[in-house]
């Protein structure tokens, strides 16, 4: 059985001080400096995917476990982070920089498509819910649709039947815990999971022998896609970027003296908490 999971490496956007948020003619911002992270939707689907593999003893062959990525050389880090982990393929597939895949769910979707029908068909297909660029929860279920599979969102946690290679799904909506019994394939976006929160962290010997695996590299030729055509199926144009701000509210306390200070935070802000 063959799955594959999708992740996205986004750029760490609160490390950028209000100075470097200059956005070009394009409406591009230099994010070159900054670290890149995963967002805890893709951390939770690849957790997941090592819990179906050590729930179960499987035969040599029997799974295997990819992860894609579609982005520039720094995401390949977490390529090999996943390698560590007892993946047994991790692919890149570079979009090439004259086309702008930030809001462009469908774009990602069709380049997922392409890899699985072009270089290695799957049995599931594991996605994130959403990324920190756009939020917009729409990859997964685009996917499911170009590849006319079903999709199951809000995915908790999900094992694998190794004698029937039914999937059992476990998702959480807003009033209840639904568990469903699927046939493969299938697209699972996976949302808030208690069981898997956050991926597991390598050993330092993991992280030897994963560094000896080779990273499948790919372009958007090799898949057959016009980076042209990718672009014009967008829907969404972008018009502005404004930086959010997560400031917290805060309080100065002031007085003549420290003993005075102290007084008000206790009388003013801690007394009634403490009860």
Request: glycine share 6%; with cysteine.
């Amino acid at each position: 059985m063959k799955i594959l999971l999708g992740f996205k490496a986004s750029p760490d956007l609160s490390m950028m001080a209000e100075k470097d948020w200059q956005a070009d003619d394009s409406l591009h911002i230099d994010v070159s400096f900054t670290q890149t992270m995963l967002n805890c939707f893709d951390e939770s689907a690849a957790e997941l995917m090592l819990m179906v593999r050590d729930r179960a003893v499987w035969q040599e062959g029997e799974l295997n476990l990819s992860a894609l990525t579609i982005g520039e050389s720094r995401s390949e880090h977490y390529l090999k982070q996943i390698y560590a982990l007892g993946f047994q393929s991790a692919i890149r597939i570079d979009p090439t920089a004259s086309i702008d895949l930030r809001f462009n769910p469908l774009a990602i979707a069709k380049v997922m498509q392409a890899y699985h029908q072009q270089i290695e068909q799957q049995s599931l297909i594991v996605l994130g819910m959403q990324s920190s660029e756009g939020h917009n929860m729409q990859t997964a279920m685009l996917l499911a649709e170009l590849l006319n599979w079903p999709c199951i969102t809000q995915v908790c946690d999900f094992r694998v039947i190794r004698e029937s290679k039914q999937v059992i799904v476990i998702r959480q909506t807003e009033d209840e815990q639904q568990t469903l019994t699927i046939n493969t394939p299938a697209v699972l976006a996976v949302g808030n999971s208690t069981q898997a929160s956050a991926l597991r962290v390598p050993t330092l010997k993991q992280k030897l022998a994963g560094a000896k695996n080779s990273i499948h590299r790919y372009s958007l030729d090799d898949l057959g896609l016009a980076p042209q055509e990718l672009q014009q199926k967008n829907d969404k144009q972008l018009t502005k970027l404004t930086r959010q701000q997560n400031r917290r509210a805060g309080v100065i306390i002031t007085g003549g003296t420290p003993q005075e200070k102290a007084r008000r935070l206790y009388h003013d802000y801690l007394q009634g908490r403490l009860g």
